[in-house]
């Protein structure tokens, strides 16, 4: 089981920035396709962002343009920078590990929260 940690949230004003880091164990990081979601009070958990072993990144609609997902497969590593955020944007973030393409599920960590102020 990969254990994954969630760290970097808090509160910004609108058009704030805010960097969400997010460890994962494992000794074959570089394999694993990582992505971060959120989930809104009363909303569903939906996609935000994600970055494949290979490096290919994917975003969300509602983020592209705003924000950047990194990794650092050195140190287990992935980052999560968010620009011109918006209130719209506040939600528990959460960081999801996928070791390979047999684990559907991938392991979840226990989220952080983000709040934006208007």
């Known amino acids: 089981q990969v254990q994954v940690v969630e760290s970097g949230g808090g509160l910004v004003q609108a058009g704030g920035s805010l960097r969400l880091s997010c460890a994962a164990s494992?000794?074959?990081?570089?394999?694993?396709?990582m992505g971060w979601y959120r989930q809104a009070p009363g909303k569903e958990r939906e996609f935000v962002a994600a970055?494949?072993?290979?490096?290919?990144?994917h975003y969300a609609d509602s983020v592209k343009g705003r924000f950047t997902i990194s990794r650092d497969n050195a140190k287990n590593m992935v980052y999560l920078q968010m620009n011109s955020l918006k209130p719209e944007d506040t939600a528990f973030y959460f960081c999801?590990?996928?070791?390979?393409?047999?684990?559907?599920?991938?392991?979840w960590g226990q989220g952080i929260q983000v709040t934006v102020s208007s």
């Open positions: 970055i494949h072993w290979s490096g290919t990144t």
């Open positions: 494992g000794r074959t990081f570089s394999n694993y396709d």
């Open positions: 999801n590990a996928r070791t390979d393409a047999a684990d559907v599920r991938g392991s």
